[in-house]
């Protein structure tokens, strides 16, 4: 029977055109948007883990209270004898040590007295270990404008802004006034090394990068950091897996009566990347639902349409003693075949689409430059495994419902009038 | 005892007839400024993680010089500030470099105590810079206060109002209230161990608190003070911040 069916939608394309184009159209959108979505949401989660939260972070319970003001002061102490136990508690995981530092930025002039300073948002990295990841995992060689890498200690990356606005050149010597994890005054001279742009204002305000054994001595806090990142080897965030490891952690190392106990958190815990997750999921949730609405509702009218055209043929079908039921029935399974048609053709365009804009994104870095939120410059989506499936719901769905709606009129048939009928 | 002490100064009051507000902020300010001052205190800060002391040496002239060298501990040894006018400046010798502080830098915390640069830095007559009202009188330690409410006549003012409890006998503030201009405490300093120190009335031991800050406070301990002295001019340079 499908293989009759079939034919027939084959043979008779006004049965068929405008609904493969319809679901076709939809499911490309559906599967666009999903692509789209994910990709997105997916750079921004992983820029902020990448750059802040890691996919988990451990903190002084001290400091994660206060996390967003970066309070050294509450910084954890005996991070080596700390690293040494989570490499071997999770030797699946890369840990890393980050250092966090407000202050000021200053030129000096030939005096050695200020000729321009600005406020400074420092991370300090390992960035001068063979085996380090660190300059990689924040794409820093990527982001540098003029200049090279730090090289040794005692250099500096600096914001090209802020390079720019004092004429700052690479080789110039800069001094950062900062405070010590006891509070004392800290002033460390530094080599710019080069200027850097991350592209988004959070990232670019006043930044300064330095080599993470830089800012422990500038800031006194051999052997501590004021965060402890982990990142897993997949290299993306897993919220079952940081949510065990970090119950694994905080049962076995933090303590509610120590303010200065370690506490893990996971990268859905902070910066509200939980209510991200979840927004980007129900996202695609809204997407596929709008378009099975509206889909249906327009392949509905034109099984409508497809019903008056072909009320002739289930007259000739019914009187020919076919039942109602049946017709119904080889109605649904060409809606299926349909359906099936337009999604695959669906999927095969937005899924095409979904790789040339993760393949080329789109820069939004005039938009995002003033923002106050970690966004990446450039958007582009994503290519996942649900994207070959995901059209297929709305597709096959709506297509369906249209014909199940539209079908009903058959049985509103009254088989004593079809001959009368059939002689108009 | 304290209701005879009450009544003797209530008799004396009389006597005397009742100072306004402007006369009591003129008598403190008689008491706590000079022409110039040469201090050396000790600050012991009491942070979240333990104390820190730390000790230095002041030189002050009026409100508009100073020049404070850290003695004390060796990180903080070489240290210095020096603060002319409205501009201050910090000299470190492990960088051997000199930084001005201005703008929103002058309130954040000095070493991580409870007192920002600009505390350290004002050094105004309270009569230059408030307008008092009596609000009422109290007793704090045993002593007699009077209750002024400073409201801000000026538009630098530090804080933009302050509550005093002063000393009716000595003329000695023995607590404050400094507020933000939405009427916010910002911080509270209890003054005490006065002593009369070349003809005046001076609070040798200061505690101040953040309250926006945890921590138990910043004691503010004066070792020695000495008023009217001969100052060099030479101190109050940027030169002798590299001495």
């Known amino acids: 029977m499908i293989k009759f069916i079939a034919k027939g939608i084959l043979r008779d394309k006004s049965r068929s055109l405008l609904p493969i184009v319809v679901v076709s159209l939809g499911v490309l959108l559906t599967v666009f948007l999903s692509g789209w979505v994910t990709g997105v949401f997916g750079d921004m989660i992983d820029m902020n883990a990448r750059f802040t939260t890691g996919h988990v972070k451990i903190m002084t319970r001290a400091y994660a209270a206060n996390q967003n003001q970066k309070p050294n002061d509450l910084a954890l102490l005996g991070t080596s004898e700390l690293m040494d136990n989570l490499k071997e508690d999770y030797p699946d995981m890369k ?35 063979p085996e380090s990841e660190e300059a990689e995992r924040m794409n820093i060689p990527g982001s540098i404008i003029s200049g090279n890498m730090i090289q040794k200690r005692g250099e500096a990356l600096i914001s090209n802004e802020f390079a720019n606005r004092f004429n700052v050149e690479p080789g110039d010597e800069v001094t950062l006034f900062s405070s010590t994890m006891y509070g004392s005054m800290a002033f460390k ?39 402890i990142l982990g990142y897993f080897q997949e290299d993306k965030y897993l919220q079952e ?58 392949l509905w009218n034109t099984g409508l349409l497809g019903g008056l055209r072909r009320y002739g043929e289930f007259g000739v079908r019914l009187a020919l003693g076919e039942e109602k039921k049946h017709i119904y029935k080889t109605l649904i399974y060409e809606a299926v075949i349909i359906g099936f048609i337009g999604s695959l053709l669906g999927t095969a365009l937005g899924v095409s689409l979904a790789w040339y804009l993760q393949e080329h994104p789109v820069s939004f870095g005039a938009m995002t430059d003033n923002l106050g939120m970690m966004l990446p410059s450039e958007f582009r989506s994503v290519v996942t495994s649900q994207l070959f499936y ?10 369906v419902l249209g014909n199940a709606l539209s079908g009903i009129g058959i049985y509103k048939r009254n088989t004593a009038r079809l001959f009368k009928e059939l002689e108009v | 005892m304290n209701t005879l002490l009450m009544l003797f100064f209530s008799f004396s009051t009389l006597l005397q ?20 001052r040469v201090v050396e205190s000790t600050m012991i800060i009491h942070g979240r993680r333990g104390s820190r002391t730390i000790t230095s040496r002041t030189y002050s002239v009026g409100d508009t010089k100073s020049f404070t060298e850290y003695l004390s501990p060796p990180r903080e040894q070489g240290t210095k500030m020096l603060k002319l006018e409205e501009q201050l400046w910090i000299y470190s010798p492990d960088s051997d470099r000199t930084i001005q502080i201005s703008g929103h830098m002058l309130r954040q915390s000095v070493m991580g105590s409870d007192l920002s640069y600009e ?125």
Do not use: H
């Open chain 2, 17 to 36: 007839g009742n100072p306004d507000a402007d006369e009591i902020l003129e008598r403190v300010d008689q008491n706590m400024s000079s022409k110039n």
């Open chain 1, 390 to 399: 995901i059209g297929f719901i709305p597709g096959l769905f709506a297509m």
């Open chain 2, 119 to 243: 505390d350290m830095m004002d050094d105004r007559k309270l009569q230059e810079v408030y307008n008092a009202e009596i609000t009422g009188e109290t007793s704090i330690e045993g002593r007699i206060c009077y209750q002024l409410q400073l409201n801000a006549k000026v538009d630098d003012a530090s804080y933009e109002s302050r509550k005093l409890w002063i000393d009716k006998e000595r003329y000695i503030p023995l607590k404050q209230e400094l507020y933000a201009k939405g009427g916010q405490l910002l911080k509270r300093i209890t003054l005490s161990e006065i002593e009369r120190i070349e003809g005046r009335w001076f609070p040798m031991k200061m505690v101040y608190k953040d309250v926006l800050k945890e921590g138990e406070g910043t004691e503010f301990m004066v070792n020695s003070i000495r008023f009217n002295q001969d100052i060099p001019e030479y101190i109050f340079t940027k030169a002798a911040l590299r001495r």
């Open chain 1, 95 to 129: 840990w890393v040590e980050r250092i966090n530092f407000g202050g000021l930025l200053d030129v000096p002039d030939e005096k050695g007295e200020t000729r321009g300073q600005a406020p400074a948002a420092g991370q300090a990295v390992d960035l001068l270990s």
């Open chain 1, 241 to 298: 897996k940081a949510a065990a490891v970090k119950a694994s952690f905080n049962r076995k190392y933090s303590n509610e009566a120590d303010e200065f106990s370690p506490v893990m958190l996971t990268l859905g815990d902070q910066e509200g990347l939980d209510e991200m997750l979840a927004y980007s999921e129900s996202v695609i949730g809204i997407v596929i639902f709008i378009f099975v609405f509206a889909m249906s509702l327009v």
């Open chain 1, 189 to 227: 001279n530094f080599i710019v090394s080069g200027t850097i742009r991350f592209g988004t204002t959070v990232l670019d305000r006043g930044a300064v990068i330095v080599d993470i054994r830089d800012a422990r001595e500038a800031l006194n806090m051999e052997d501590a950091a004021g965060e």
